[in-house]
Every structure is written in structure tokens, then in C-alpha cells.
């Protein structure tokens, strides 16, 4: 377990560069079965959750460990969340003025979710008491879909509409969003995609919220923190991409040369392609069914775009099975839903805020900080400290 | 170097928990020295700056590698961080409203600095220019104390004071704080306390900071992020505790019988004990100089306490080495040099943020994402997801 903190450099433990497959901890939360093609929340393949459930269903399996068996457990789940997603006044008045900086980029989420926490007086996740942490978790994930909507909607010139607690949560997010009455199956694919992307292994902000909870600070902090991570373009940010992808090629016909072409200019070819998943990813999978089940010319067209580029890169590099991952999907099935651009990652970060806060209450009640070294590569310490020549003249 | 991204469990590389010890990354930023009781800036001792030179020096040999060596080159620099203490008016009229919640906590500035962010519009990292990315970073050093100072301000009902670029930084933060001609004595140890703590090797926050800068996210991001870490009991916080000693203690003739009884009720003593130094902290030694300088009731009381202290616990826990730590002076130079105890943390990040923005500075060089793995310990999926019984009887 723990060890005695190396005073030399060559006491340092050497792992690979940034700690790719370094375990940091145990999750009971889930993981990504990359060889056999599958993703899990808890002990449930998180495809099958995402056919059969809701997003609230998973909320509670990630949060509490358990899916909701009855209706009686989960409406009390749904009638804990819904109250939730109203902000105090003051958040709400101050969002208009944090909407002038960047619209309804993730900086003004990550602004009004500091906002959130300071209102809110979260105290560290040490000192709170178990119903305390969890409100506050609860409350994070809960109010990121009303930020998101009145920071559009300010950003637009438009007053925001207020959350109904009678909604789902994706449902009632295109309902602040838009203000139209809300289109069930359009609520359902977002639902989807949210379900599919509330957690995907150790990734960059699950990691950041979890090294900032271990040091027992408030919830908000590591929410805050891991949204940070989000905004990296080696994170968040690629199912606009996809789309752009689309757009350069404009009609099938011109796929397959399009790609070729790219593939000469050694491009990489945005939304094909997975670290982990070497054969089809999971979630573009599911997502296709639902862009397939939604219609119209966008998600018929990138159905078609994607047989022509599976089927081009197969041929031109046939060593490297490249399929679509779930950005490819994701761009799609929210722009047909009616989501503009600039909304993706922040809709991305709607789901897995939910996979955030369950790994901050793992992390919590763990207690134990996560600290690792540097290596240090300097000239050898201590020289001395050149003297500063105080004379105006010199250079 | 890289390696694949294990598929199965047993393919994971096990650390010691806490990633204690793992060498996460190179750094030629500095180290500590734990055996041999110093720790550096670079290839300098950081004693030997604190004692030698200016905060802004430490700062230009963090950033950019090297110390001025002519007053031309430290004119260069201060020139270019002073203008960065002026916020932008929304920005300034925006921290009277975020100062409502928590005053002039972490909080509020983790809130303020993240809106400073998107005023000014960071990039990420990696899409950034040289020269953009240096001056984002220095804006968010260089702005961090009139945010602090702002905040308090309004949260005590008075107005802030604008930045007066021709003071040293830390001098200009008092200044800002207390509106009250500069006490020369009082700026020079805080800005030395400020020299001991911009960096002491690979701590939680500073850990937090390089993690969101490898996702190449903008430096906002990840200095917010650096700030939530620091918000934890595990991290910043301890100053004002080791005051609460002082005052618990209430007379040095106390002192001796007070130790002893929490010893037996098996209390850590607050202020001292270091993970790595076995020996003397050198920020105490030096902090305790200063205090000595300064004089005063406080200080005066401190330096009797602490070796009636050093000395009871040398007799009961002789195995445990324990000394003044770096927080035993830390808030007895504070509170004399008339620094509120509330602004003790804060004023830490005063200094940190100095450090951080070094870190994210050689982070963002390396261009390889932080993205470490943890163990699935929950039952082996997948496992079949139980249906859910909707008739409204069940529970």
C-alpha cells in the first residue's frame, strides 16, 4: 500500500509516459472492455442500459450502485433531481453577465458552476456529512443542463425558460434550450447519447475530478476542474468535427475519392479510428440505429458517407481497422435533434457530469490523496545565485 | 515510451497507492530535497532567491529559465507583468457579485479568475502562439492578487483599488488590499513567505494543473482547476490552523503542559511534522528569521512556543523527528504583516499561481495527454439488466 516518499531521483518509480495503463485506484464504477468491444456502468454493458433505460436510471446506478427496480424507486430518484435543476436568483441574474464572454462555450459553464458552488457554500467533501455530499453531487449534475440553456439562451438576446421538474432531464434540457414543446423522440436520442457518454474508462476529466477530490475539496471544484479538462481538443470537442468532415465531402458520391485524397495527404480522418476499440466502437453503433431511426438527410447521409469510408480506409489501410467511433454519430444525432454546434460539448458535458460525480463520491471515500513525482532533469542544485548587477548602464 | 492501452485487467501496471513516488513526468522546473533538508527553483536553492532576490525574479527563472542578471532584463520583465494586474471592467464590475458568496474565499476567486479567462478569451493551449500562451499565463499570475484584493474589498462594503503597475507585486497587493501607504518591511516578507511557496515539487495542485494542461485545454482552465485542488483540507487551509494553536495555547509557560496532553489524546500537533523533511522545513527556518525581524507579541510568542514544542515532542516521540513545518510561520508573518486570516489561503495562491502557470508552461511543451487507468473491482460483467416493474403498486 503506501510507500515512503523518494527523496532521489533515482527512488522514483518509472511507468510509462503519461501513465498510460498505470492503475490509480479501484472503480467499482465500470470500465472498457476495448478487446471484446464493450463498455460497462457498474456490471451492466452501458449499450444495453442505454436501450432499455434512462438517463436518471443510470444516474442512480452510478451514483447509489443500484438500477431502480420499481417505479416507486424511481420516481423518488426523479422527485430528488428534479427541484435541483432550479438555480438561486442571484446565479441566474449573474449568468446573463457571464453569457457576454464566449456565449455558451464551456468557459461560461465552467464561470457559472463556480457560481453554483459558491451559492450553493459547498463545503469540502471531507467535512460533509453522506446526505450532504450527496445533494451536492446530485445538484452539480442536476443544474448543468439549466446553466447550459440560459447561457444559450442570453447569449442569443433571449430570456431563459425556467426547468420543469416534471420533465426528464434530457427532455426538460431541449425544453430550456428551445422553448418549443418538446419532440419525445428527438428527447430520447439526446437521452441515448447521453447515456452512452456518461463515462468511458479513466478518462483526462474523470481523472482531473478525481485527483481534485482526493485532496478532500468541495464537490464543485472537482466539477469545475474536470470541465477544464473537457475543454482540451485532445478531449471534448470532436463531434463537431465529424460534421465538418461531412460538409467538406457534401455528397456521397464524392466519399470515396474525398477520403483517398485525405489518406494521401496522410489526414486523419475525424470520427473513424478508437485508441481502445479495435473493431466497431460500441457507442457509434447505437448511435447509428438511432440516426437511422430519426431520418432525414443528414443522418441518411452520414449513413452512407460512413460505408464508403469504412469501406475505403479497409482497402487503403487495411492494417489499421478504422471505424467510425462515436463522434462520427454524435454530431449527427444532436444536429437532427435540433442541437446547434456550439452546443456538442457542452451537451457532451451534460452526461457525463453524472460519470464525474459518481467518480468524485468513489473517490471521497477513499480519503487518501492522489500525489505522485516529477523527475527532475535541471542542472544539479545548488548553484549559486548570480548576483544582480544593479548599474542602469548595463545590458 | 508509449505504450498500448491495456484491454484486460491483468494487463495493468500496479503503483503504490496515491501514485506515491511515480515519476509522472520530467521536470526541469525544480525538486525537493527531503534527506538533505533544501529544495530548489531550477538549479538555484529556493532559500538562497528568497533571501537574494525578488518574486518577480523567481518568477521570469520559473517561466522563461533564466534569472535577470541586469537591472535592464528585471525592468523588462516587471514592465510586462504590471499592465496584466488591470482586469477588464466587466470583469471588475462582475467580482462584486461573486464576492455575495463566500467573500474572499477560494472560491470566489477560482469564480473570478475562470471569468477573467474568458474576457480574455483563452485559447487552448496548444492552438495558442508562443507569445499568446506566455501572456496568458502571466495575466493569470499577475492578475490573481487583484482579483483576491477585489474580492475582499467588496466583500467588507469597500471599494477596490486599482493596481499602481510601478509596485513590486506583492508591495501592489497590499496595497490593494489595505489602501494604506506600503509598509516596505511588511511587503518584503510577504513577498519572501510568497518565494518559499510558489512551488515545492509535485503537490496535488500543482499535479491537478499539468493534467488539464496535457488535454491542451486553455491556461484558465487549468489554473481554476489547480485552485480547486488547493481548496482541500489536504493542501492549502493549514496557515490559519497552526494561528489557532498559537491561540489555544494562549502563553508560553502553557505551552509545555498543552503539547503534552494532546500528544496523550494522541492530537496532531498543527504546524509540524513534513512528509519529506526529516529534519528542519528550510521555509520555516527562513519563515522564522522573518518573523523574527518583523518583531512583534505574535512573533515573539511563536519563536518561544515552538522551541518549548520542538522540545516536548523531541522527549515524548523521539522516533518522530518532528519540526516546524513550513505553516507554523506562515501565518505568523501573515497576521503581523496585517494579513486577515481569511486571506491566507488566498494569499498563498498569490505565490502558486506562479508555480502552476511555470508547470502548465512545460506541460503544454510536451503535447502528450495525462491519462492514467484504474482496477474494475465490481462483479464481472455484463450482466443482464433487470427489468423495471412500472406497475405503481410495486416497491
Known amino acids: 500500500m503506501a510507500t515512503t516518499t523518494p527523496d532521489e531521483p533515482d527512488q522514483l518509480i518509472d511507468v510509462p509516459a503519461g ?47 443500484e438500477l431502480p427496480t420499481t ?24 449568468v446573463a ?19 453554483l458552488a459558491q451559492a450553493d457554500d459547498m463545503p469540502p467533501l471531507w467535512d460533509s456529512p453522506p446526505q450532504r455530499r450527496r445533494r451536492d453531487l446530485l445538484r452539480l449534475a442536476a443544474a448543468t443542463p439549466t446553466l447550459i440553456a440560459a447561457l ?37 436520442a439526446v437521452e441515448q447519447y447521453a447515456m452512452l457518454t456518461v463515462d468511458h474508462g479513466f478518462n483526462a476529466s474523470t481523472f ?25 481538443p485532445l478531449h471534448g470537442g470532436a463531434p463537431s468535427r465529424a460534421l465538418q468532415l461531412l460538409e467538406a465531402i457534401g455528397e456521397p458520391s464524392r466519399a ?80 437532427t435533434c435540433g442541437i446547434d454546434r456550439q452546443l456538442f460539448t457542452p451537451t457532451f458535458a451534460v452526461g457525463r457530469t453524472i460519470g464525474w460525480t459518481a467518480n468524485i463520491a468513489e473517490q471521497a471515500a477513499d480519503r487518501r490523496i492522489i500525489r505522485p513525482a516529477a523527475r527532475y532533469t535541471g542542472p544539479p542544485p545548488p548553484q549559486p545565485v548570480p548576483e544582480l548587477n544593479l548599474d542602469p548602464e548595463a545590458r
Open 152 to 188: 444559450w439562451r442570453h447569449s442569443h438576446g433571449l430570456e431563459p425558460i425556467a426547468p420543469d421538474p416534471t420533465l426528464g432531464h434530457i427532455a426538460d434540457y431541449l425544453h430550456m434550450l428551445g422553448g418549443t414543446p418538446t419532440d419525445t423522440r428527438a428527447a430520447r
Open 97 to 115: 453577465g457571464i453569457a457576454r464572454h464566449g456565449g455558451a462555450g464551456l468557459g461560461g459553464l465552467r464561470t457559472a458552476l463556480s457560481l
Open 256 to 335: 470515396a475519392a474525398w477520403v483517398r485524397a485525405a489518406i494521401e495527404r496522410n489526414e486523419r480522418i475525424m470520427g473513424f479510428g478508437h485508441a481502445v476499440y479495435r473493431g466497431d466502437d460500441p457507442r457509434s453503433l447505437l448511435l447509428r440505429h438511432i440516426a437511422q431511426d430519426l431520418g432525414g438527410d443528414l443522418a441518411d447521409f452520414a449513413i452512407s458517407v460512413e460505408a464508403i469510408i469504412t469501406a475505403t480506409l479497409a482497402e487503403l489501410r487495411p492494417d489499421r481497422h478504422l471505424y467510425a467511433n462515436v463522434e462520427y454519430y454524435a454530431g449527427v444525432v444532436m444536429a
Open 208 to 232: 482531473t475530478a478525481r485527483v481534485v477530490a482526493s485532496t478532500g475539496a468541495d464537490a464543485g471544484s472537482a466539477v469545475v476542474a474536470a470541465l477544464g479538462a473537457l475543454s482540451g
Open 71 to 94: 417505479a416507486a424507486e424511481r420516481d423518488r430518484f426523479t422527485a430528488e433531481i428534479g427541484p435541483l435543476r432550479t438555480v438561486p436568483d442571484e446565479v441566474s441574474d449573474a
Open 19 to 65: 501513465l498510460r495503463g498505470v492503475a490509480v485506484t479501484d472503480t467499482r464504477l465500470g470500465d472498457v472492455r476495448g478487446a471484446q468491444g464493450f463498455f460497462h456502468y457498474r456490471q451492466y454493458s452501458a449499450t444495453d442500459l442505454a436501450r432499455t433505460r434512462s438517463l436518471e436510471d443510470v444516474w442512480q446506478l452510478l451514483l447509489d450502485g
